[in-house]
């Protein structure tokens, strides 16, 4: 409540209706504000306060969904091209949609720690794969 006091009120009144003023009123209590609370938490891309606190809530899930399937096809058309086209040297890798709270460096496998395969290492095992 003492970080983010204005996102928290807003977040009351748009979501619930709830005037924080009533917690000094005494129309509403602290119990209720946290009950309230742990219901903003849940609604990621919408919440002001959620989005002050973390910028990654800025999407939903179904966002990062579509920037990983966005990705994922991206990935797919560069593989098939470097595969099959005779002279590809000028078709620059593809960037991945950035996410809220990355930085340009730090992609989606940075975060979670997996290592992803060199773009040579894609092309030269689908380039064995049309030689079976």
Do not use: H
């Not at 899930?61 to 966005?70: G, K, N, P, Q």
């Not at 340009?104 to 496998?109: F, K």
């Not at 040579?120 to 380039?127: A, N, R, V, Y």
């Amino acid at each position: 409540m003492q970080e983010y006091p204005d996102e928290l009120e807003a977040d009351l009144l748009e979501f619930f209706g709830v005037d924080l003023l009533d917690l000094w009123r005494g129309r509403l209590s602290i119990r209720r504000v946290g009950v309230l609370i742990k219901s903003l938490m849940k609604k990621p891309g919408r919440s002001s306060l959620l989005q002050a606190m973390d910028e990654r809530a800025r999407w939903s899930d179904s966002d990062y969904i579509l920037a990983r399937a966005s990705d994922a096809l991206e990935l797919s058309n560069y593989i098939a091209i470097k595969v099959n086209a005779e002279d590809t040297k000028d078709i620059p890798f593809p960037e991945p949609l950035p996410r809220p709270g990355e930085t340009e460096d730090e992609g989606p496998a940075e975060k979670s720690g997996q290592e992803m395969s060199s773009p040579q290492e894609i092309i030269s095992f689908f380039g064995q794969m049309n030689n079976l």
